[in-house]
């Protein structure tokens, strides 16, 4: 599905149902040099499933116009102004990695409007190496071989993920390639990385909220150490926020390494969270 947000076109896919903007939405938001599809499985079973789907590729990403976020703030304003365009007066936001960031102030900014918030592989600070971020400009390619192998577990989806025998790194190189070749014009690669790096409101978002929040953490995340979750956890908590916190014995891409935990994460949490 296609819409308008600020005047640029917009893709959402739907998890193949059509859109009923009266049943309860999900809006799912992937991270750097991701598109929509990260979310193929947990986004097609909630839409089979009683709820809208929108699992966005973000502006000057892939199939969506307009220019690329540089900053989570950008990027949160996108959310609301999407929200806008399909109708939806409230959504639970679920972001992966830049996503989770996205998610995080998109929902502090959103206030009731985000029912549920669920945060997945993240970190508060997220900061980037100096020498990642320098070679995510100068030598992109380089450095995409080199998260690819840092933020994998396993080199071998499990059978729900993308097919048995699904080689993950290279699909994740391939679809790398693909988001950083989308936009002549910016290289998207650089610029998440350097919204992730800049961030600094988590802790005052996380406050601000007003929904229950998910972590879903990986064990072996060597991109977003669970370690590095610990003081949004504490600061949600100690600000009086509903939180669950699921950790998978995976690494970053908990959505191929772990499909269907990552799903039954998501879906109890749902299922159960006030919203």
């Keep these: 599905m296609n819409l308008s947000v600020n005047g640029h076109s917009t893709y959402c896919y739907t998890g193949g149902k059509p859109f009923d903007a009266t049943k309860p939405t999900v809006v799912f938001l992937h991270g750097v040099l991701n598109d929509h599809s990260v979310w193929i499985l947990q986004s097609r079973y909630l839409a089979h499933h009683g709820f809208n ?17 540089s900053s989570v703030e950008e990027a949160a ?54 020498a990642l971020l320098q070679a995510s400009l100068s030598e992109p390619l380089a450095a995409l071989r080199m998260i690819n192998v840092f933020s994998r577990s396993t080199l071998a989806a499990p ?21 950083l070749a989308s936009n002549p014009k910016v290289n998207v690669f650089y610029r998440g990385f350097k919204a992730c790096d800049s961030y600094a409101n988590a802790q005052a978002a996380i406050a601000a909220i007003t929904c ?60 159960a969270a006030p919203g």
Excluded at 53 to 69: F, I, K, M, Q, T
Excluded at 108 to 116: M, N, S
């Design 53 to 69: 789907v929108l699992a966005v590729d973000l502006p000057g990403h892939c199939r969506s116009a307009g220019e690329a976020p």
């Design 159 to 179: 059978p729900s993920a993308l097919g048995p025998g699904t080689w993950v790194y290279g699909a994740s190189m391939a679809l790398g390639r693909r988001v």
């Design 212 to 271: 229950p929040v998910l972590f879903v953490l990986g064990a072996q995340d060597q991109m977003t150490n669970p370690k590095a979750a610990q003081p949004l956890i504490m600061r949600a908590r100690a600000a009086g926020k509903a939180v669950t916190v699921e950790s998978l014995p995976v690494g970053h891409h908990q959505m191929t390494e772990a499909p269907d935990q990552t799903l039954a994460a998501i879906r109890t949490f749902l299922a």
């Design 77 to 130: 304003d996108f959310v609301a102004a999407l929200l806008d365009a399909a109708g939806v007066r409230r959504a639970a936001l679920v972001g992966h990695s830049w996503g989770s960031l996205i998610a995080l102030e998109a929902a502090a900014r959103l206030q009731e409007r985000a029912t549920h918030l669920v945060l997945v592989g993240t970190a508060a600070p997220m900061k980037v190496s100096p």
